[in-house]
């Protein structure tokens, strides 16, 4: 198949790109090569997959339409999967305009781009941040989730709610996925596991927040991947509406629409998560123990019966495993 992908220079998106293209499909990749997180991580993510003669890159910003219309004409895609986007939680206080430009205008123009090109399966990345505030756990798409702890989650959970009007207005098929703290290699240095492996092996303080009594459902790279793909043929219909009393369907009843969590439901404590990483670096870390930081949230948990119920996958990657992957790669590319 013929697939366009957003982001492709970013963690996820290279993953998932390489992924396809080793399976023998078409991947023409767009991104911005924004500096949020160097730009050389970047451009050695995209020379990996230049390498094959089934990849196409095209660099831009998804506020440009017309150069996501050259990607479309590049690509003609069977497929789009948007995982662009200004990520970062502690970011969004300080730049929020940059996720109102990315995430909503940019989000916007790939929905008109699904509503011209009519692809077989529009699939979209959101985020477990659009829970926001819920004590229910663990967390099911069914949940109500209207009281986002940022900007960033605010735009997220408004990109899947515009991108339902496209479903039910312009009958493109809308897959939304809701991702809960993906780790593992070739991942942003602006997040914990990459952090805190660079600050230990280099003997700088680690910053805990929460005083370390948080927890998160850690999705480990692979497993994210493969949710997506799984996904990716189980295009939104009342043919494959999950009928049973304990997983309760996302498919809306006005749009072929529908939106899943990937995560294993299998939370870890922050000082596991520390712990685990000081056993395989090989030293102890020199803990800053802060406060809750202002957007975070104790604990994410997700609910993962109803991506088993559409593929038959659920996460299951041990952390110990996980981290140990994401510190050999370190080791090997620094």
């Given at each position: ?7 492709t ?32 991580l970047?451009?050695?993510?995209h ?38 986007a200004?990520a ?22 790939i929905?008109e ?14 985020t477990?941040s ?8 663990p ?45 593992g ?39 994210l ?5 799984r ?66 949230v ?26 140990r ?10």
């Open positions: 198949m013929r697939y366009l992908i957003t982001g220079a970013g963690f996820i998106g290279f993953h998932l790109a390489k992924r396809l293209l080793d399976d023998g499909h078409f991947v023409v990749g767009f991104d911005g090569m924004t500096p949020y997180y160097d730009v050389a970047k451009e050695k993510r020379a990996i997959l230049q390498r094959s003669n089934g990849f196409k890159a095209v660099t831009a910003m998804l506020e440009d339409k017309s150069a996501l219309d050259r990607a479309a004409e590049l690509a003609e895609p069977d497929v789009i999967v948007h995982l662009a200004q970062g939680v502690r970011y969004s206080l300080e730049n929020p305009r940059s996720y109102v430009d990315s995430n909503l205008i940019g989000s916007f123009n929905l781009l699904a509503r011209e090109l009519q692809p077989r399966h529009l699939l979209l990345a959101s477990s659009v829970y926001g505030a819920n004590e229910k756990m967390f099911a798409e069914s949940d109500k989730a209207d009281e986002q702890m940022t900007i960033y989650a605010a735009t997220k959970k408004s990109m899947e709610l515009m991108a339902h009007s496209y479903a039910h207005l312009f009958h493109v098929p809308t897959t939304a996925f809701r991702f809960f703290t993906v780790y290699p070739w991942g942003r240095p602006d997040m914990a596991l990459f952090k805190f492996v660079d600050a230990i092996r280099n003997d700088r303080p680690i910053e805990i927040y929460g005083e370390g009594r948080m927890s998160r459902d850690f999705t480990y790279i692979d497993d991947v493969e949710g997506i793909v996904l990716i043929g189980v295009v939104p219909s009342e043919e494959n509406r999950v009928q049973s009393e304990a997983t309760i369907d996302t498919l809306s009843r006005n749009a072929p629409f529908r939106v899943v969590n990937i995560g294993g439901g299998q939370p870890v404590e922050l000082m596991h998560f520390v712990e685990t990483i000081e056993a395989l670096v090989g030293k102890p870390a020199i803990r800053k123990m802060l406060p809750m930081q202002p957007g975070d104790h604990r994410t948990f997700a609910d993962p019966s109803l991506l088993v119920a559409l593929t038959g996958f659920k996460p299951d990657m041990e952390v110990e495993e996980g981290v992957r994401f510190v050999e790669w370190y080791q090997e590319h620094y």
